[in-house]
């Protein structure tokens, strides 16, 4: 026994590299996408997508030099606080952005304790989600008399980044109260705010809220695509923030979410860091660099289609031909 163990510690040391896995931190929108890219690829053995939130991707790959992540899938664009990370000398990078698909923000309610409600305004969801309202019954067009069950992505999600970004409250006097800023990296942006929304932490968020708007009868919930399912439905919205009197209901579909007239469209991204100053030189390489080149180069929107449907996405906007 003594001797197979050394066969076998002498076969890992002799593959060197090659069995060292990389995982990767990023969006939990598009783990799936994500993981299906690196199958697609054949890279399973050495990439590991561990996911967790946009704000982790983005840290990783702010400390690239040395986390090793150069890469980071992201369901939000990079902010100040990530710019001004990647520029402090010891990290001395910054990022390409690559749009890879696009989708929406869904706000989606339980099919049987909601099954009558269609259109939200923006506000309607705001005033849910700053705990200022507190029953259905005073969401215009549901029926349902129950206590409303808010359900969130916590604060390292770009999902919420976007949603409280794009979303507001309205007052008793009428005045717009928006959502306070998402600091980077604050996870438990909800439960030091908004103690009535339960917030759902880490990889496999996005799956656990479908599941959850689906069963739980006075369920709502914000997320991407993927959290559709079987017993619950995403609502269309109404803007009521940029337009008096409000505008038409707007539902996610292929075409709103290309031409950006759905209020919660968002474009998804992998990322690439690249050196700033001190060594420009300085990017992905090896297993990263083929999967970044897999999803930018010529032939990128062919092989990203078929991953691209499966996840219930839609193709970024280089690859849509309407």
């Known amino acids: 026994m003594k001797h197979i163990a050394k066969a076998l510690a002498l076969l890992s040391l002799m593959g060197g590299t090659a069995y060292a896995q990389q995982h990767l931190a990023g969006s939990d929108t598009m783990a799936g996408l994500s993981r299906r890219i690196i199958t697609a690829l054949s890279l ?111 604060g390292n999600s770009g999902t919420t980044d976007v949603f409280t970004n794009r979303t507001q409250g309205r007052d008793d006097t009428g005045t717009l109260v928006p959502f306070p800023s998402l600091p980077s990296g604050d996870e438990n942006y909800w439960e030091e705010r908004y103690p009535c929304v339960i917030a759902i932490h880490g990889d496999g968020a996005t799956i656990q809220l479908g599941i959850i708007t689906a069963n739980d009868p006075q369920a709502v919930a914000y997320a991407g695509d993927p959290a559709l399912m079987t017993g619950n439905h995403g609502l269309c919205v109404s803007d009521d923030i940029t337009q008096d009197p409000p505008g038409d209901p707007v539902c996610a579909s292929i075409q709103a979410i290309e031409d950006g007239s759905y209020w919660y469209n968002r474009t998804l991204y992998i990322n690439n860091v690249h050196g700033y100053q001190i060594d420009p030189t300085f990017g992905p390489t090896g297993d990263q660099l083929t999967l970044l080149n897999a999803v930018t180069d010529a032939n990128s929107c062919d092989f990203l289609a078929p991953l691209i449907a499966a996840e219930n996405f839609y193709p970024a906007p280089r690859c849509y031909n309407p």
């Open 44 to 154: 399973d053995p050495t990439l590991v997508y561990d996911g967790g939130g946009s704000g982790l991707g983005w840290t990783a790959t702010c400390h690239a030099r040395t986390t090793g992540q150069t890469i980071n899938p992201s369901s939000r664009g990079q902010n100040q606080a990530d710019i001004d990370c990647g520029h402090l000398p010891e990290n001395d990078v910054e990022w390409t952005l690559n749009p890879v698909a696009k989708d929406g923000v869904n706000v989606i309610v339980n099919d049987q304790g909601n099954g009558d409600l269609v259109n939200i305004k923006v506000t309607d969801v705001g005033n849910l989600f700053q705990c200022r309202y507190t029953s259905w019954t005073q969401v215009p067009g549901s029926t349902n008399p129950n206590p409303a069950h808010r359900y969130a992505r916590d």
